[in-house]
């Protein structure tokens, strides 16, 4: 995959950082973290939790993302409201608790207008794009990123809503990670109703990732073993076992054919999701190991993310790095240095990756762009609607084989 590789040993470049643009009314640093970051689907929109119960949203392209020296000392505070008359507006949103999950809805269909028409009259009558928030009292509120307005308000979990995935289709059903042990399934077409419980963890759920194809969720825990749930009966398919401490983080491929899963004993698993087969793990070594043992769990995992067009992983550890991984290479090809990071994501159409810090600070980095080869985008396209089983039984030579499954790179 010679086009693949060109952008090796590119180190990320920081394009921007984002403050919190309002002193903290505290004495302590307690709940001024960034838990989460997120970009909507069509990256018109970026969501940041700056920590102290408030969301801001705000529009995609930054006005100074092209200046990446000088954008510090501008210090972009979430004061400036406005980019121009007609331009989306920044929005702050008070959540009233403090924010650990986000999640945009894809642009939804038809119906989901109905619904918003019908509880808030006074709602233009727009494409409604959702941002759903999780909240550490259990609650999730549903916001209409257009507006600013709260549109629903989710009761179910018993302890701190930890992360959230909307189904990428478009129908609008969310699902819901908690402490409290449980994943829930809201539907938002019918007033947010919640659909099913899905019990099995005996930890925290600390995250929730829905495949693209829709038919897929993968739950972790504060576990070594990673649950894999069908989102058409909600049952469980199987349990993966092969980290050694807490999975923290998962995600996966565009195409649904890999899952990625990050752990405090410090590697990422990829897995065939299909099988259950685990094809290749990822080692977080230190670039300067320390002289004694005092600092053991340093590279402790926080996040994985893929990159949209599923070459590339992001990974956000304790040794403050974020590491940038070529999927065929079991090292990373470009490191950067951030203190504190707790959170990472690509921006959808690439070139970008956002991560978020304990200091209640978002950065954004430069990511790898890249031509993809023909056989990736072909392998890509076939893999979006064929299982590893499927492509097993096609009548086609076996080294074709093992590419479209990702047996080799």
């Given at each position: 995959?010679?086009?693949?590789?060109?952008?090796?040993?590119?180190?990320?470049?920081?394009?921007?950082?984002?403050?919190?643009?309002?002193?903290h009314?505290?004495?302590?640093?307690?709940?001024c973290?960034?838990?989460?970051?997120a970009?909507?689907?069509?990256?018109?929109?970026?969501a940041?939790?700056?920590?102290?119960?408030?969301?801001k949203?705000?529009p995609?392209?930054?006005?100074?993302?092209?200046?990446?020296?000088g954008?510090?000392a501008?210090?972009r505070?979430?004061?400036?409201?406005?980019?121009?008359?007609g331009?989306?507006?920044?929005?702050?949103?008070?959540?009233?608790?403090?924010?650990?999950?986000?999640?945009?809805?894809?642009?939804?269909?038809?119906?989901s207008?109905k619904?918003?028409?019908?509880?808030?009259?006074q709602?233009?009558?727009?494409?409604?794009l959702?941002?759903?928030t999780?909240?550490?009292?259990?609650?999730?509120?549903?916001?209409?990123?257009?507006?600013g307005l709260?549109?629903?308000?989710?009761?179910?979990?018993?302890?701190?809503?930890?992360?959230?995935?909307?189904t990428?289709?478009g129908?609008l059903?969310l699902v819901?990670?908690?402490?409290?042990?449980?994943?829930?399934?809201?539907?938002?077409?019918?007033?947010?109703?919640?659909?099913?419980?899905?019990?099995?963890?005996?930890q925290w759920?600390?995250c929730?990732?829905?495949?693209?194809?829709c038919?897929?969720?993968c739950?972790a825990?504060?576990?070594?073993?990673?649950?894999?749930?069908?989102?058409?009966?909600?049952?469980?398919?199987?349990?993966?076992?092969?980290?050694?401490?807490?999975v923290?983080?998962?995600?996966?491929s565009?195409?649904?054919?890999?899952?990625?899963?990050?752990?405090?004993?410090?590697?990422?698993?990829?897995w065939?999701?299909?099988?259950?087969?685990?094809?290749?793990?990822?080692?977080?070594?230190?670039?300067?190991p320390?002289?004694?043992?005092?600092?053991?769990?340093?590279?402790?995992l926080?996040?994985?993310?893929?990159?949209?067009?599923?070459?590339?992983?992001?990974?956000v550890?304790?040794?403050?790095?974020?590491r940038?991984?070529?999927?065929?290479?079991?090292?990373?090809?470009?490191?950067?240095?951030?203190?504190?990071?707790?959170?990472?994501?690509?921006?959808p159409?690439g070139?970008v990756?956002a991560?978020?810090?304990?200091?209640?600070?978002?950065?954004?980095?430069?990511?790898?762009?890249?031509?993809?080869s023909?056989?990736h985008?072909?392998?890509?396209?076939?893999?979006?609607?064929?299982?590893t089983?499927?492509v097993?039984?096609?009548?086609?030579?076996?080294?074709?084989?093992?590419?479209?499954t990702?047996?080799?790179?």
């Open positions: 995959m010679e086009e693949e590789g060109r952008s090796r040993g590119e180190e990320p470049l920081l394009l921007a950082e984002l403050k919190p643009g309002r002193p009314q505290f004495d302590w640093k307690s709940s973290e960034t838990w989460s970051v970009f909507s689907p069509d990256g018109s929109w970026f940041w939790s700056q920590g102290h119960c408030i969301v949203l705000i995609w392209p930054l006005e100074e993302q092209f200046i990446p020296k954008f510090e501008k210090s505070s979430s004061k400036n409201e406005t980019k121009g008359r331009s989306p507006k920044e929005k702050t949103l008070d959540c009233g608790q403090i924010v650990w999950g986000l999640a945009f809805s894809p642009w939804p269909s038809p119906p207008k619904l918003w028409a019908r509880h808030h009259p709602v233009p009558d727009v494409s409604c959702i941002l759903a999780g909240l550490n009292d259990g609650q999730i509120k549903i916001w209409e990123v257009q507006t709260l549109l629903l308000n989710l009761s179910g979990h018993q302890d701190v809503v930890r992360d959230l995935s909307f990428p289709s129908s059903i819901s990670a908690s402490r409290d042990k449980t994943l829930r399934i809201w539907d938002l077409n019918k007033h947010g109703k919640q659909i099913q419980v899905l019990s099995g963890h005996l759920v600390y929730c990732s829905i495949s693209p194809d038919s897929m969720l739950s825990a504060g576990e070594k073993s990673v649950f894999l749930w069908s989102m058409r009966s909600y049952t469980l398919i199987r349990k993966l076992e092969g980290h050694q401490s807490s923290v983080s998962c995600d996966f565009p195409d649904s054919a890999l899952l990625v899963t990050a752990s405090y004993d410090t590697n990422v698993i990829m065939d999701p299909y099988t259950g087969e685990r094809l290749r793990s990822l080692h977080h070594t230190q670039l300067n320390p002289m004694d043992d005092s600092d053991v769990h340093i590279s402790s926080r996040s994985v993310c893929f990159s949209p067009e599923g070459l590339y992983l992001a990974t550890a304790d040794d403050r790095l974020l940038i991984w070529a999927l065929e290479l079991k090292t990373p090809i470009a490191f950067a240095p951030m203190t504190n990071g707790l959170c990472c994501t690509f921006f159409h070139g990756i991560t978020g810090t304990r200091d209640g600070h978002v950065q954004f980095w430069t990511a790898p762009r890249v031509l993809s023909l056989k985008l072909c392998r890509k396209a076939l893999r979006s609607f064929l299982t089983y499927q097993l039984a096609l009548p086609i030579p076996k080294k074709m084989k093992e590419f479209l990702y047996r080799t790179f």
